[in-house]
């Protein structure tokens, strides 16, 4: 199979205090079987890159398009609506070589301090649920759910965190968790990343 050029895509980890205990909840979404990438997966709100998001972002740069894909997926996917003011750029991962479908996807967290009312399309999407990280990797762990990799990897990196503030804290530290560590398509100098 020959090497496929992955497509740039963003992904929002929506995290909210819990209800019910002391503890953070992330925002889980079931992607419809049918589809040809992680159908049937629990997956965070994203998608790619569409051609209007780098003909609306600053020059044309992948990361501020990256930033307006990521808003839109969660308005499409989840329906609820966020700025890209409250998106911390947390990881970048790129699908391995040899896949018929790769992305180089941009992971934003958005921390969320108000109530939000989540309306899934019922086609792409067709659940959802709001689940502290530990226990979604045990349903994991336990075969109840699928999680990608990323996902998990991404819930691993939260779960030591119980509050809105002490995850903010960690976010201030701008650690970017790279996937692999040499990624040609994490470039972000030059594709209007800051961090």
């Known amino acids: 199979m020959p090497n496929i050029e992955p497509v740039p895509a963003a992904t929002v980890v929506l995290v909210r205090e819990s209800l019910q205990q002391e503890d953070l909840e992330v925002l889980l979404l079931l992607r419809n079987s049918k589809l040809a990438f992680h159908g049937g997966h629990w997956v ?3 998608g790619r890159v569409d051609k209007a998001d780098f003909q609306d972002s600053a020059g044309g ?3 501020p398009a990256a930033q307006r894909a990521a808003v839109r997926e969660t308005s499409e996917e989840a329906g609820i609506d966020i700025l890209e003011s409250q998106l911390v750029h947390t990881a970048h991962w790129t699908t391995p070589p040899n896949l018929a479908r790769r992305f180089s996807t941009w992971f934003f967290v958005c921390l969320l301090t108000e109530a939000v009312k989540v309306n899934v399309d019922n086609q792409e999407i067709l659940d959802h649920r709001w689940v502290s990280p530990s226990a979604a990797l045990a349903e994991a762990d336990s075969d109840l759910f699928v999680l990608p990799r990323p996902t998990a990897v991404t819930l691993q990196d939260i779960a030591p965190y119980k509050s809105i503030s002490a995850l903010k804290e960690y976010l201030n530290r701008g650690d970017i ?4 560590d040499d990624s040609p398509y994490y470039r972000p100098a030059e594709m209007g990343c800051d961090t």
């Open 177 to 180: 968790r790279v996937f692999p």
């Open 44 to 46: 965070f709100p994203g």
């Open 61 to 63: 740069l992948e990361y």
